[in-house]
C-alpha cells in the first residue's frame, strides 16, 4: 500500500474522530459554544462588584478566590494570558479581592504577590481601569483618577468628540464610568482589606496626579492639559449642565440594557452599567439591576470548589465555524445536525438598528451578533462567517435562507469603511485623537477596519459570486494588498497574530480567483514556512503584539497550525513538505476522544495599542502607549472551541486536496463522498 493512501486512512480515522467530538458538543437547540477564557480581573471584578452592590455571597467568593489561586504563578503573579509575563494591574486586583475575601496579608502566596507589585511600583503605577475599581472601595483617590465630565454625554454625533467617536465597546463601558467619576462612591471595606502595603510610600505622601507625557507638543499634552483643567473644574460648585448629562447618561444605559440584562454582550459595560445605576438609587431588586445580575450568571461557569467568569459568550462565532468545519470535513449539507445549526443562525439575524446607524444612517439591519443577546451590535466578521455557513448548507426553505443572505450581504456592503475595509462593529470609526485621551488606556479606544474581518468578508463575498470588478471588492482587496507586511504576513487584529490574519487573507484571496502564485502570495507562503516549527507544527505568542522577536514565533498549537495550513492549501501549497509536516503534526496530538489540547491564548480581544489597528512599527521604552510583553493594556483570548474546529476545517480541506476536489465548486445540494468509505453520500454522520 502506498504511503499516499495510507496518509488518507490517517486522515479519515482523525477527521471522523474529530467530526464525533464536535458533533457530541452542539447543544439541543442548534448552537456551539465553548468556554472563553481570558484573565483572573473577571473573577476579581465579579467579587467586587457583589460588594459594591451588597449581594456577597460567602460560598461563591471562596470558590471565586479558590480560582484566582489557581490561577497565581509560583513567583506570585497573574497575568493577562497563559505563559505571561506576571502583569501589575492583574496581580494588584487578584490580591485585593483575595484580601477581600479575608486571605491574610501574611499567607505566603499574598506576601509573593506583594514583592511583585511593590517591584513595579506598586498602586501608583496601574492602569486607569484598575485605580478606578480601587477608588470604588477607597483603596485609591479618585482625584489620581483622569477626568472625563459627564458633559460627554450631550456632545453631537457631530462635534470634534462625542460618545460616537470611541468603539461600541468603549462606548458603552465609558457611559456608565462618567456617573461614577461624577458620584465618586466610595464602599466601605474591612480595615483588614486595606492595602497600604501595595504603595511605595505612605499614601498621605503618594503623589495622585495623572503622569505628565513626555512630548511637549502634541495631542497627548493637549489632553494632559485638558485635564489640569478639567479638574479646576470638577471643584465648583455649580455646574448647570450636570444634571442633564447624568440623567442623559443614565437614560442611555436603560435604554441600552439587552434582552439577557446585559450591556454590549460583555463583562465591563455590563459591571460598570450595574454599579452606576445602583448609585443613581435602583434597588438590586428593580427589574434592570435584577435582570442585569441574572443574565450575568450565563458567563458564570461554577464548580464543585471553583468558579470562573467570561468576559463574554461566542455561541453566534462558534456556531457557523463549527458548521464550516464539518462541511470541510465531508458532512452533508443537508445532515439534521446542521440543519438545526442552519434554523437556529437564520433566527438570530437581527432586524432592528443600533448605534452603528450614525455612521450609516441609511443602511438596513440585517448582521448576526456574537453573543446571545447584543442586537444593538452586530458583528461584521460573524455576519461573514454565518452567510458562508448559510449559504452551504440545503435548509428545508430556501427562499427564507436567501432572504436572510441578502438582508445580511447589504448591511455588510453597507458598513464598507471609506478606505475599503471593514471593521468589526462600526463604519469609519478612526478619530484616532481619541486614543489620546490621559483616560484611554485601556485596551482599545477604536474600531477601525481590520485585514482580518476584511479577508472574511471578501470571502463571504467571493462565494455568493461576487469578484475583481465589482467596486466593493477592489476597493477592499486594494485595501488587504495595502496592509501586508514587507516580510509578506497580514497583521491578526482578532486572533494572535501574523498567522491568523494570513490565515484569513489567503483563502479570501484564492476565494476570489487571484493568482496565488504572485510575487505577494509567495512571500507570504515563504513567511510560513519560515516559521514551521521543527515539531511540523505554528504557534506564535500573545507578545508578538509588542516584541517583534515573537513574530510567528512560539509553540506549536492546533489553532494556528491549523490556519497556517488552510493558507498553504491555498496558496497551491498541499503538496509540499511543510504543509505534510503539519498535518503530521496535527494528527499526532489529536487526543483519544478527537479534540486537541491548547492551553494557550490564540484570540485576540485587545492587542493594547489604543488605536486599535496595528502600528507602523513597535513601540520602545519612552513611546506614548509602550507596554512589555506582560499587554498590561491588552485583552487576549482562549476559545475553548479554536483547538476543535479549525483543525478539523484544515484537515478536510486537506483530505480534499489529495482526493482531487475542489470544495469551491461542490453541488449545491449534496455533500462531499470519499471514496474510502469513511463517510457516504447515503447518510454520512
Known sequence: MSDHI??????DNVIAKARSFLLDAQYPDGYWIGELESNPTMEAEYLLLTHFLGVADADRWGKLSNHIL??????????????APGDLSTSTECYFALKLAGLPADDPRMRRARDFILSKGGVPNTRVFTKIWLSLFGQWKWKGVPVIPAELMLLPSWFPISIYDFSSWARATITPILVLMDKKPVRPVPESAFIDEL?????????YSVKQPGKLIGWETFFYAGDVVLRHLERLPWKPTRGQAIRKAEAWIVDHQEADGGWGGIQPPWVYSLMALYELGY???????????????????EEEETMRVQACVSPLWDTPLAVLALLDSGVRQDHPDLMRAGDWL????VLEGGDWQVKAKSVSP??????????????LDDTAEIIMA?????????????????????????????NGGWAAFDKDNTKFLISKIPFADFGEALDPPSVDVTAHVLEMLAVLGYGTGDR?????VEFVLSEQEVDGPWFGRWGVNYIYGTGAVLPALEALGLDMSAEFVRRATDWLKDHQNPDGGWGESCASYVDPSFRGRGPSTASQTAWALISLLAAGEGGQDPTTRGFEYLTSTQQPDGSWDEPYFTGTGFPGYRVGQRLDRYLIPGDPGYQGNELPNGFMINYHMYRNYWPLSALGRYRQFLTGVDRRVLPKSSSLEYASGVYTGAGGD
Do not use: C
Open 366 to 379: 440585517g448582521g448576526w451578533a456574537f453573543e446571545f443577546h447584543n442586537d444593538l451590535y452586530p458583528d
Open 199 to 207: 504603595y511605595p510610600l505612605r499614601r498621605d505622601l503618594t503623589d
Open 6 to 11: 495510507l496518509l488518507e486512512d490517517v486522515l
Open 472 to 476: 466593493a471588492v477592489d476597493r477592499a
Open 346 to 349: 437564520a433566527k438570530e439575524q
Open 283 to 301: 434597588a438590586v431588586d428593580d427589574p434592570v439591576i435584577a435582570t442585569g445580575l441574572a443574565g450575568l450568571e450565563n458567563f458564570i461557569i
Open 70 to 83: 489557581e490561577k497565581q504563578r509560583e513567583d506570585g503573579t497573574w497575568g493577562q494570558f497563559f505563559g
Open 390 to 418: 448559510l449559504h452551504r448548507l440545503d435548509l428545508p426553505s430556501q427562499w427564507e435562507k436567501r432572504q436572510a443572505i441578502d438582508r445580511g450581504v447589504n448591511w455588510v456592503l453597507g458598513m464598507q469603511s471609506s
